[in-house]
């Protein structure tokens, strides 16, 4: 009986001794597993922050962008002789500078109305002539043979305070089929 009792009593001890373990490590488990989880949230926190904080950066920090100016100086009235086509800001800015023979200014866009090609001034034949499919244009930018559908654009030209002529892209005087843009636009023409 007493052997009995001590081996109640015996299995009892080593069932908590046990259960003592089996709690410790349960315990030891659920903390390395709350720290596992501590640790991603913090790295999530973390990664969540340095990706806003790189987009907030870069909101003040724009790239840069190497697009020629809209608004350009391109020199005195003096420097255009009547009756000229100046090609000298077309591969900067798609522009050429037109003097008439009156003596009023124009600033076109150097871009057939075709298909978008470029466009070279002819001065033996006083016409500009595309490279692409032979759209040829008058000096004003109307368009007189080939499958240009319209004149050319022109944008604004006026006298800067300094005195120089500026060009600004912004303002934009699109050619009309079969219209010449010195009537249609007469706002286009700076008279110098
Ligand atoms: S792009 Fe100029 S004629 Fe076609």
């Given at each position: 009986m007493q052997d009995d009792k001590e081996l109640v009593t015996g299995h009892h001890g080593e069932a908590a001794t046990?259960?003592?373990?089996?709690?410790?490590a349960g315990q030891a488990e659920s903390d390395s597993r709350r720290?596992?989880?501590?640790?991603?949230?913090?790295?999530?926190?973390?990664g969540f922050l340095a990706i806003n904080g790189a987009a907030f950066l870069r909101f003040?920090?724009?790239?840069?962008?190497?697009?020629?100016?809209?608004?350009?100086?391109?020199?005195?009235p003096a420097d255009y002789p009547p009756?000229?086509?100046?090609?000298?800001?077309?591969?900067?800015?798609?522009?050429?500078?037109?003097?008439?023979q009156d003596g009023s200014f124009f600033a076109m866009e150097s871009k057939?109305?075709?298909?978008?090609?470029?466009?070279?001034?002819?001065?033996?034949?006083?016409?500009?002539k595309c490279p692409c499919h032979g759209s040829g244009y008058y000096i004003t930018g109307?368009?007189?043979?080939?499958?240009?559908?319209?004149a050319m654009d022109?944008?604004?030209?006026?006298?800067?305070?300094?005195?120089?002529?500026q060009v600004d892209k912004t303002i934009k005087y699109p050619g009309i089929p079969g219209k010449e843009s010195n009537e249609v636009y007469p706002q286009s023409l700076l008279r110098a």
């Open positions: 046990h259960g003592t373990a089996h709690a410790a720290q596992f989880l501590n640790r991603v949230g913090w790295g999530s926190l973390i003040f920090y724009p790239r840069v962008l190497f697009e020629p100016a809209s608004r350009f100086k391109v020199g005195f009756g000229t086509v100046n090609s000298q800001y077309q591969k900067e800015f798609g522009t050429w500078i037109i003097r008439l057939c109305t075709h298909l978008g090609c470029t466009p070279s001034w002819m001065e033996s034949q006083k016409k500009f109307l368009n007189f043979e080939g499958p240009a559908p319209r022109r944008f604004k030209i006026s006298i800067a305070e300094d005195g120089q002529l």
